[in-house]
């Protein structure tokens, strides 16, 4: 755990793909990263618990908006 709250200490990009939010400790990763600067991307078919804390969120089935948030990556 030491080890995860050192990268997300120094992260500069927390994407989080699928989750409820609320199953902890990794519910609690997002609002660390959050605390510490970086930009949180919410890939998720509905918004999770810790919806508020990520800066984008992009809803809808896994199979379909994952793939096309890669290609947009690549693409920048």
Do not use: C, W
Request: cysteine-free; glycine content about 8%.
């Amino acid at each position: 755990m030491e080890r995860i709250a050192d990268a997300l200490e120094s992260a500069d990009l927390f994407i989080s793909i699928g989750t409820s939010g609320n199953v902890y400790p990794a519910a609690g990763f997002v609002a660390q990263a959050y605390q510490a600067g970086a930009h949180t991307i919410e890939l998720n078919l509905e918004p999770s618990e810790g919806a508020h804390m990520f800066k984008e969120r992009i809803n809808g089935p896994a199979s379909q908006i994952v793939p096309a948030f890669v290609r947009t990556l690549l693409e920048t």
